[in-house]
């Protein structure tokens, strides 16, 4: 699965690679690589299913879910203290705002269990 996995991240480099290049490329990559997400996705959770690999406990999974999102927050936040062009700046600030949101809703579901 590790194989898929990585075979989807290099689709996707792919893909934003082409952005400004390659516009027909670029705009039927996206297939692809939407294509390679769902193999991965769709095995992962079959396998879950049959249990065939580990499980998870709710209360891990919010606290690991919770660690990604504030993680990735702060790189952001670093990315925004860079010289950015108004729209990368606006973006990543966006970014922020919609990250923090999701690290709340994390704190709330995680205090359900």
Do not use: G, P
């Not at 590790?2 to 039927?28: G, M």
């Not at 065939?52 to 504030?70: H, Q």
């Not at 600030?93 to 990250?99: N, T, V």
């Amino acid at each position: 699965m590790d194989r898929i996995f990585e075979l989807y991240k290099q689709a996707l480099e792919i893909h934003i690679q082409t952005k400004t290049t390659c516009s027909r490329f670029h705009e039927k990559s996206a297939d692809f690589y939407e294509l390679l997400f769902d193999c991965f996705h769709l095995i992962s959770e079959k396998r879950q299913d049959l249990e065939i690999d580990d499980i998870m406990k709710e209360e891990e999974a919010w606290k690991k879910m919770y660690a990604i999102l504030e993680e990735t927050k702060i790189i952001i936040e670093k990315m925004i203290k860079e010289k950015n062009s108004v729209w990368m700046d606006n973006l990543l600030r966006w970014l922020a705002d919609k990250l923090e949101n999701e690290i709340w809703h994390s704190i709330a579901f995680s205090w359900l269990i």
